[in-house]
């Protein structure tokens, strides 16, 4: 059907196009429809990447040559000498599609931490968008400029347990300095207005944010540098990292860096930005925030985007450690050191996930207390932490190592409350603990 169009029908239909994935899959329809795309690509290149990335297609190229400045000098990601919104080459085009997948992940984590949590969608408005997207391309702006320089001014001999190694002189601050010059021109150049300043600084905190709690997800030995180092990658590396959960990178040892300095990636800067920490706040960003004052279900205290049900159980992952979970056990069964060692090697070796582990608790506990909620109820973290766990999570423990086909023992009639499993291996080998006392509460 598509042969039978005119030329100017089929570029419309092909400049209409949400994504290049999509062109790609469309101009390989037919010989017809590829000559429409031959003969005008930039055109339709171009106005398809406006779909993608709006307003913004300007800074998204910059981007992309930027961050392929170590490339061949031949190459159309650095070369390109039409418009800065024009489009013309595949492989610009991949990378401005990353650019975009990227950007519309950051505005979803957003989002869902910020402005509604239950929606697994941007909820952000369209000036809201504007203003994140405006935010996170002056940030990567500002990563691809300085964020490689800034770790390789952090390169040095390892360090021993007092910050130095005792057979080397301390760097020289100068070349930190004279960046720290630079970025702060770099700022005062590029960010004037009050409001896109107030706006940078918002990011900044956000992705801070959602690296500390990648961080806390998985657990890693070394949060604090590891966390630094990615603040000076490009943001489409640092999704990566939190997407595919791979932290490989950082384990390879080859650059020593130092976490007070890299974290000073941004802020050193932002002295030039003149703004007060009372003006740093979600509120640069947007108008209205959906269910601020929304209170929790069984505390009933105000704790507004701080609560979780089954829409957003998922986002417990970046607030609390899955390793933590034996914390949270019922009685002294956190100080069984048999249960809590099983039960971290499980979370560490299984691919773990607070949904599941919620969608359990609800389905098989008989023992959900005097509250008497659902999966939809929201609960602030203070009531998952403090009384539904402690009052459900050994069942869910007692359920998995039955679903592994671990032979269960014979009850302790002092069940969890049992003082012996705190210090007798022995005792809390032989006997099960995951259950009510039957016989007072002590052993």
Partial sequence: MLDRLSLDVVDIILTSLPDFSTLWSTIQVSQHVHGVFKARPTSIMTAVAHSQLGPHLSEAIRIVRLKHAGADAQSPLLNDEGPE??????????????VATTVKAYEIMFSRRHKDRSRNASALSESESFRFQRALFHYWMYQARFGKRWRETDEADPIDDDGWDDDEPEPSNAERDGLIQQQKQYLANHISQVEQKRELAAFFMFLAETLAGFYRSVDHPHA??????????????????????DIALFNQGTIVLYPQSLNNFVW??????????????????????????????????????????????????????????SYYLQGNLKRNAVETQALKQKLAKDDFNFSALMHAIFEESPNLGAWNGSKSAWLCTECLTGTFWP?????????RKQDDGIVIKEDCRYGYNCRTQTHSQSHAQKLNHLCDATRGDRA
């Fill in 268 to 325: 050193d800067a932002m002295d030039q930005l003149n703004l007060e920490q009372k003006d740093v706040n979600w509120r640069a960003i947007l108008d209205d925030v959906i269910g601020e004052n929304d209170i929790c279900s069984m505390c009933q205290e105000v704790r507004g985007l701080e609560l979780y049900n089954e829409t957003n159980w998922d986002m417990l992952r970046g607030v609390l450690s899955p390793s933590q979970l």
């Fill in 224 to 245: 604090d540098s590891q966390r630094s180092m990615l603040l000076t990658l490009a943001l489409d590396d640092v999704m990566n990292v939190i997407e595919t959960r």
């Fill in 391 to 399: 009052n459900n999570l050994h069942l869910w423990w007692l359920h």
């Fill in 85 to 98: 919104t024009a489009v013309s080459d595949w492989r610009v085009a991949r990378a401005l599609e990353t």
